[in-house]
């Protein structure tokens, strides 16, 4: 099994300026330390396969870009001709709280295509994978239904039941994006 280490780590290795250079375009990189073998392989994963800035002048890297050229791995190409890619709201970029983002998502998996969708406040917890003991967690959940700010959807909290209840904000809009 391989241990992993920070990521740290990599960025510390003078040889691993292409990796920092690479993170800037959104590749996810991981250090890993192969035991068996007793050799060290970096590598990474990501959503772009290249990336080609074009410059004004081509002699200076410091003129202005005129254009950028993005290069999707086939993987994701086909992923998104085949729309089997998620749409998320350009709201949910607004989203400041981790813990915001997180349920925003778990509000687009569950909910989906559905009206509205009830979920108790301990398998949240549990799916939101939220470090904050149960009664912190219900405090922040109750701040986000009071600040009614996640995008797509609208959220009440039942005290009684201890029930987030979940449900798209316009369903004729919502039904009307998916025909």
């Known amino acids: 099994?391989?241990?992993?280490?920070?990521?740290?780590?990599?960025?510390?290795c003078k040889q691993s300026a292409l990796f920092a250079d690479a993170a800037v375009f959104g590749v996810d990189f991981a250090f890993a330390v192969i035991s068996r073998c007793g050799c060290a392989i970096a590598y990474g994963f990501g959503l772009l396969d290249k990336?080609?800035?074009?410059?004004?002048?081509?002699?200076?890297?410091?003129?202005?870009?005129?254009?950028?050229?993005?290069?999707?791995?086939?993987?994701?190409?086909?992923?998104?001709?085949?729309?089997?890619?998620?749409?998320?709201?350009?709201?949910y970029f607004r989203l400041r709280k981790p813990l915001d983002?997180?349920?925003?998502?778990?509000?687009?998996?569950?909910?989906?295509?559905?009206?509205?969708w009830h979920i108790s406040l301990e398998i949240l917890h549990?799916?939101?994978?939220?470090?904050?003991?149960?009664?912190?967690f219900r405090q922040a959940i109750k701040e986000l239904v009071a600040s009614n700010d996640l995008p797509d959807y609208r959220l009440t909290y039942d005290d009684k039941k201890d029930v987030l209840k979940v449900r798209n904000r316009d369903w004729s809009k919502f039904l009307k994006k998916l025909s």
């Not at 099994?1 to 510390?12: E, H, T």
């Not at 990336?51 to 003129?63: F, L, Q, R």
């Not at 549990?126 to 912190?136: C, N, V």
């Open 51 to 91: 990336v080609d800035i074009i410059y004004k002048d081509e002699t200076d890297e410091n003129s202005p870009i005129i254009a950028i050229e993005v290069t999707l791995p086939d993987w994701l190409f086909r992923s998104i001709e085949a729309k089997q890619v998620k749409t998320i709201s350009a709201d």
């Open 1 to 12: 099994m391989p241990a992993y280490l920070d990521i740290k780590a990599v960025f510390a």
């Open 126 to 136: 549990r799916k939101s994978g939220s470090m904050a003991t149960l009664r912190r």
């Open 101 to 116: 983002r997180r349920i925003y998502e778990l509000c687009a998996k569950h909910c989906g295509k559905q009206k509205e």
